[in-house]
């Protein structure tokens, strides 16, 4: 049977989907085959955006969006048990393809209904499956000051307890397991106050209506965030029927975090602008307009999510000629709306956990990670650690120890957004400091306008003349033998690469990740001239962790030698233990060639004999075995045949290839063929870590990427 856990609340806007996300992500951790239900679906007219983002994830199961709901809301009112069946019939169909179910509860979108908590209790019994209870930190009736989207008063510690305990009540009735309680959305000033509240509700009322609880019943408090709450502007150009009438797409899904009518003159308009806020505009006040369009330009004003132009009036030809030469990222709307309905409209926009809404994901699981104890939640739930290790879960291992390790990473390509993006992720997660090249008005308006926070990230010119002058005068005397003058010095260090890579030479970072828009020689030439190799190893050399369906593999090297001597071979075989050690992986080292054992001869053989019997000199402890084929090193009944006594063969886990044209295609070929995840490549047998990223590297290669440069300056 698979370790579930039913999600729901006793009311609507909860932030049920923060907790969601939380479980998923926490039990993808631990359990190989992660599914998502939903037993009641939100709508029939439109998708679940909640159900999208779930099953988004890179850690469930493959399953279609209509296998994983239960019902509609029509066939609960038309008959309640038929629906009950249905239900428990559709989950038992997903949950005999899990070890893990995450279930979400109704949303209270069926209006008039306000039974629904009964009949999720209902579902978590049928299901035989514990409920974690959701509790909303906030008056559901409250509107929000204009100033703030979305916020609403915060509800007391007693408020909280008195909640508590009626639902605690309603799931005992239909004898519903509690497996714990979060009070979601809570005052960020009192949590722990809230935490003991709602716990002393919840044991007392368990005890007086014989509610069945988990050993130990567990209570959480997460604080409100603002930008969960808030609506994107996407959100708000639905909300208000509008156009784009001129602007970056994209950059609709920054979150919109106030209103301001301007309905004044613009002086008046300037003094009330609020950072991150949408700005209501007449479309018949052109002056205002070219006032805030301007003033977001600024450097002394805030920077605003947007613009709504209301009442349908057109701008005149000239207007939209200026703004159209502005050239002016910023989104503007247009709505046939009069200002008090836009107003309205904009206001009752509720911001919604979304898969487009990366800031929003990032913030969700960065809330969760800090306030709810996952392991505690993985014992609760008896979900033991598996033998088998999945991309995902090495993901997550590779985050876990960066984040213990919080080391200090310079990033040189501030003006790839697909930078800005992992930056924020990696910030808002915690894995690690970051500093990150560039002009810092220019990034930081960037990524704001992405509706990324990196605030907590050093922006530094690699033009700063302090910085040059410093680095210019180590560089020359590192290259003095090669005739560089301190002019030259000066020129070189400037390039982002080569300033980077100062940083890290001279501690003022930990290590460098470049190479999403920079070639492999431009990022890593740099660190051979300046940081060099550890005086252990004679070349620098990389590997792929080639994360498989079931474990983690280490392929050497597929990047930077193109073809190692003996010598060299024997050099990145050992480098490939060391690395593999580094990152839980025990090392078994096959030497790979076309021929196994004694079988074959020639030069390309002999080269790969001689490379093993070096690494056994120098590194006696290592277990290694070549040459031996591929299928030798990884296949047992192969290996029973071609190499019986080896310790080696058919469980290798650590594979050098004999050159980079067989390194290169073999890991492309696996990564397409078997639809392994290649994280890397990881340059090892520098004194400090510098890695390469590949120029189409996504925002999750490049989060890794750095991860694993954190754990590496860990252990310089």
């Not at 132009?309 to 002016?328: C, D, Q």
């Not at 200090?408 to 992720?425: F, S, W």
């Not at 001239?529 to 005086?535: A, D, L, N």
């Not at 594979?655 to 696996?670: R, S």
Request: a negative charge.
């Amino acid at each position: 049977m698979a370790h579930s856990i039913y999600i729901c609340s006793a009311e609507g806007n909860t932030g049920k989907s923060t907790v969601a996300l939380g479980a998923l992500d926490t039990l993808a951790r631990r359990a190989t085959k992660v599914g998502v239900f939903r037993p009641v679906a939100r709508s029939t007219e439109e998708r679940d955006y909640v159900l999208d983002l779930l099953l988004a994830h890179d850690g469930v199961v493959p399953i279609d969006y209509d296998d994983a709901i239960g019902v509609d809301y029509d066939a609960v009112h038309a008959d309640p048990e038929g629906a009950l069946a249905t239900i428990v019939s559709r989950f038992k169909a997903i949950e005999a393809r899990c070890d893990a179910v995450v279930i979400i509860g109704t949303d209270y979108t069926d209006v008039g209904s306000p039974t629904e908590l009964w009949f999720n209790a209902r579902i978590a019994a049928n299901l035989g499956v514990p409920v974690l209870l959701v509790i909303g930190g906030r008056v559901p009736e409250g509107r929000g000051r204009s100033e703030e989207l979305g916020l609403a008063e915060p509800r007391t510690p007693a408020e909280l307890a008195q909640l508590t305990e009626l639902a605690v009540d309603e799931l005992a009735r239909e004898h519903a397991t509690i497996l714990g309680i979060v009070a979601n959305r809570a005052d960020p000033d009192r949590l722990d106050e809230i935490a003991a509240a709602v716990r002393t509700a919840a044991r007392v009322e368990a005890g007086a209506s014989g509610a069945a609880t988990a050993d130990g019943l567990h209570v959480w408090a997460i604080p409100e965030d603002r930008y969960l709450v808030a609506p994107s502007m996407r959100t708000i150009q639905r909300a208000v029927n509008g156009d784009l009438l001129s602007g970056d797409p994209e950059l609709l899904n920054r979150e919109a975090l106030g209103v301001v009518v301007a309905a004044m003159s613009m002086e008046h308009v300037l003094a009330r602008l609020i950072e991150g806020s949408v700005v209501v505009i007449p479309g018949d006040r052109s002056e205002v307009l070219l006032g805030v369009l301007t003033a977001h330009a600024s450097a002394t004003f805030p920077s605003i999510a947007g613009i709504v132009l209301n009442g349908g009036i057109p701008l005149s030809e000239t207007v939209e000629r200026l703004v159209e030469g502005l050239r002016a990222t910023l989104p503007i709307i247009r709505t046939d709306l009069g200002s008090y309905a836009t107003a309205i409209a904009i206001t009752q926009a509720r911001g919604r956990l979304a898969a487009e809404s990366q800031r929003k994901r990032d913030t969700a699981l960065a809330l969760f990670e800090q306030h709810v104890d996952g392991q505690a939640l993985l014992d609760a739930l008896e979900v033991a650690r598996p033998e088998v290790v999945t991309p995902i879960m090495f993901e997550h291992q590779l985050l876990e120890r960066a984040r213990a390790a919080r080391k200090h990473i310079v990033l040189p390509e501030g003006d790839d957004d697909r930078i800005l993006r992992a930056a924020a992720t990696l910030l808002k997660r915690g894995v690690a400091d970051l500093t990150i090249l560039g002009e810092e008005i220019e990034v930081r308006s960037r990524a704001i306008g992405l509706g990324l926070d990196i605030s907590a990230a050093q922006v530094v010119s690699s033009h700063d003349h302090v910085l040059v002058a410093k680095f210019a005068v180590e560089y020359q005397k590192r290259r003095a033998h090669k005739g560089v003058t301190l002019e030259q010095a000066r020129e070189r260090v400037s390039d982002v690469s080569y300033f980077g890579t100062m940083m890290v030479e001279l501690g003022l970072a930990d290590g460098m990740v470049s190479g999403a828009a920079h070639t492999t020689a431009h990022t890593i030439k740099p660190s051979f001239e300046i940081v060099k190799t550890r005086p252990d190893v004679e070349v620098v050399s990389s590997v792929f962790l080639m994360a498989l369906a079931d474990r983690v593999l280490v392929y050497g090297d597929c990047a930077v030698v193109p073809d190692p001597t003996a010598e060299q071979l024997a050099d990145i075989a050992i480098s490939s233990a060391r690395t593999a050690t580094q990152f839980g992986i025990e090392p078994r080292i096959a030497m790979l060639s076309y021929s196994t054992g004694e079988s074959g001869s020639g030069a390309d053989v002999d080269k790969v004999r001689l490379a093993t019997a070096l690494v056994r000199d120098r590194a006696p402890e290592l277990a290694v075995e070549g040459p031996i084929q591929y299928d030798a090193a990884v296949d047992a009944a192969v290996a029973r045949t071609k190499l019986p006594e080896s310790d080696v063969a058919g469980r290798a886990t650590v594979f050098i290839f004999p050159d980079l044209n067989t390194g290169n295609n073999t890991y492309k070929a696996v990564q397409r063929s078997a639809g392994a995840v290649a994280i890397g490549p990881v340059l090892q047998g520098l004194r400090k870590p510098v890695n390469d990223l590949s120029r189409g590297a996504l925002v999750q290669d490049i989060v890794n990427t750095v991860a694993i440069t954190a754990i590496q300056a860990a252990e310089v």
